[in-house]
């Protein structure tokens, strides 16, 4: 994927352009202040925090755990918001799968002796019996052809669990048998989609027993594995976007994102329907405003069981449309009343992926300025979020949240009880001026622009979600 030029447009802290593009000082007391403060206001003047907290208090009465019915009704809820608000709408559905291991069981029987295996999580349900092939690390390239038909033992380390159990099906085995590379333990082990092999884990010292004996002459094993596998659930993004009027068109695109899974067992009020609400709360502000530079809000499915959602959303861009996405803004927990603790910004932080700054959080931490908040925005270093996958296509984006995080982070009680109206607001109102700065028809596309000649002035902060 080529790797876009990251375009820095930097914003002093209250200086945006003003109707007569003349640059002001907003919120600074000076004669221009009321227009130089007009855009934002178009904007921050009509979000509504009340609105955000129904849609989380409606989200959150149901766990929306990825590949669930729970899922499946908040992201036709967030669809038919964004359809009433008028913007053209896609339920994306992806894959996704569930490992089943309730009632695992596994066996390796050697000359009559069981050696009480651990099944790989995801492994396929199975039996075979046949000869044992010592194959070592299993690392590509070194896979011998004899294990065709044949049991694989292998060892455990430097390459994944997955990757090994693929070297060895591309020769043509037709079990796993892995043993530990240190310790005692025989709990290990993942396999993934498609490898429909049974696959298991022993001890270090069965397996260093194993390659002993098979010096000696071969072995036969039996390799059975029941109450394992994988299921093929459905998860879902929900994809907006509101292009801009032909004749005013940038081609550019600036995408604002939230991700509306939960954990299993959890309302997910905090984590994530509060980003999902400003999300919405912002197509909705958005929906008639003058723009030059599509808006695509989105929200992921799949996060907590890996950004899956954002991954697949992003590896279905094309170069030509990731390279014109100049902006991605993500919200992620940005309500708890409990999360963020005394630090400045009422506990708001944007991480990036590499800890650097760039377009969104130049712009951002000017907007907290001119907005309710009344200061800059800090930054730090942080992935785990769905703002990954857009870095890593040299998309300029950052996460926003709330850090450190709440104590009821991933449990039942992230309920509605723990929002806070005043931090749903603030962030909006940034996020949201923030988007309408690079939006706006007077604001040149941003390679090209010179709405604001010099930085705001806001600090990286090393801190921890669980500091």
Known sequence: MKKKKVVSVLLTAGLVLSVNGVYA?????????????????????????????NTIKLLSEQPRTAGTPGELIGAQYIKSQFEKYGYETELQSFPIYDVVRDNAKGVVEIGGQNLNPYVFSGSFSGEVTADLVNVGKALAGTVPDTVKGKIALIE????????????????????????????????????????DIPAV???????????????????????KVSGSGLVEKQSYNV????????????????????????????????????????VLELARVMSNMPIDTELRFVTFGSEEKGLLGSYHYASTLSDA?????????????????????DNKANGLIMYTID?????????????????????????????????????????????????????WYHTPADTIDKIDKNKLQETAEIVGAAVYQIARPDTPAL??????????????????PGA
């Open 25 to 53: 000082q907003g919120n600074g007391g000076t004669p221009n202040s009321n227009a130089a403060s007009a855009f934002d206001n178009k904007i921050i003047k009509k979000i509504s925090a009340d609105n955000m907290y």
């Open 156 to 195: 455990r380390g430097d390459i994944t669990f997955v990757e090994k159990i693929q070297n060895v099906m591309e020769k043509g085995a037709v079990g796993v048998i892995m043993y530990n590379n240190t310790g005692t333990s025989n709990a290990f082990g993942q396999a993934s989609y498609g490898q």
């Open 201 to 223: 884990g022993i001890t270090r010292a069965q397996g260093s027993a194993l390659v002993e004996q098979l010096k000696s002459g071969p072995l036969t094993a039996k390799l």
């Open 239 to 278: 994809i907006a976007k509101m292009k801009p009027q032909k004749n005013k068109d940038t081609g550019q695109i600036v995408m604002v994102g939230a991700h509306h899974d939960s954990v299993p067992n959890g309302p997910g009020a905090n984590d994530d329907a509060s980003g999902v609400s400003a």
């Open 321 to 341: 449309e990731a390279d014109k996405i100049v902006a991605h803004f993500q919200m992620d927990m940005i309500g708890s009343k409990d999360a963020g603790g």
């Open 355 to 407: 800890g650097k700054k760039n377009t969104v959080t130049d712009l951002a931490s000017a907007a907290g300025a001119r907005t309710a908040l009344g200061e800059v925005v800090p930054y730090g270093q942080l992935g785990r979020s769905d703002h990954q996958p857009f870095h890593e296509l040299g998309i300029p984006a950052a996460l926003f949240i709330h850090s450190p995080l709440e104590p």
């Open 447 to 464: 390679i090209h622009s010179r709405v604001a000649p010099k930085p705001v002035d806001y600090d990286f902060e090393n801190r921890p």
